[in-house]
Nanobody
């Protein structure tokens, strides 16, 4: 059974920074190392969109709107993924969801709120 646990998020003023973490607490390293992990977000009234993604090999891709401001990375020691968000803008506000792609299936977290005030 896959458990997707998100942490971090919160409220910040424009220009500030936040960090989001995602992990499956029960995963063993050999499985984690093969996972592709991603962060999506959903703003009120909008569709869920990909924010950042990192493959098992460390390859990354980002939404154009966050390039240069957000960084996704793997913390192998803690078997988790970090999304570092800097220079946040009000349009970054939304619920952020972690996705774990494992062995051809996708698993979602419950989401964590990020609110950026102007």
């Amino acid at each position: 059974q896959v458990h997707v646990v998100e942490s971090g998020g919160g409220s910040v003023q424009a220009g500030g920074s936040l960090r989001l973490f995602c992990q499956d607490p029960r995963v063993i390293f050999s499985v984690f190392s093969s996972d592709t992990m991603a962060w999506y977000r959903q703003a009120p009234g909008k569709l869920r969109e990909l924010v950042a993604r990192i493959t098992s090999g460390g390859g990354t891709n980002y939404a154009d709107s966050v390039k240069g401001r957000f960084t996704i990375s793997r913390d192998n020691a803690r078997k988790r993924v970090l999304l570092q968000m800097s220079n946040l803008k009000p349009e970054d506000t939304g619920v952020y969801y972690c996705n774990i792609e494992r062995r051809g299936s996708n698993y979602w977290g419950q989401g964590t709120q990020v609110t950026v005030s102007s």
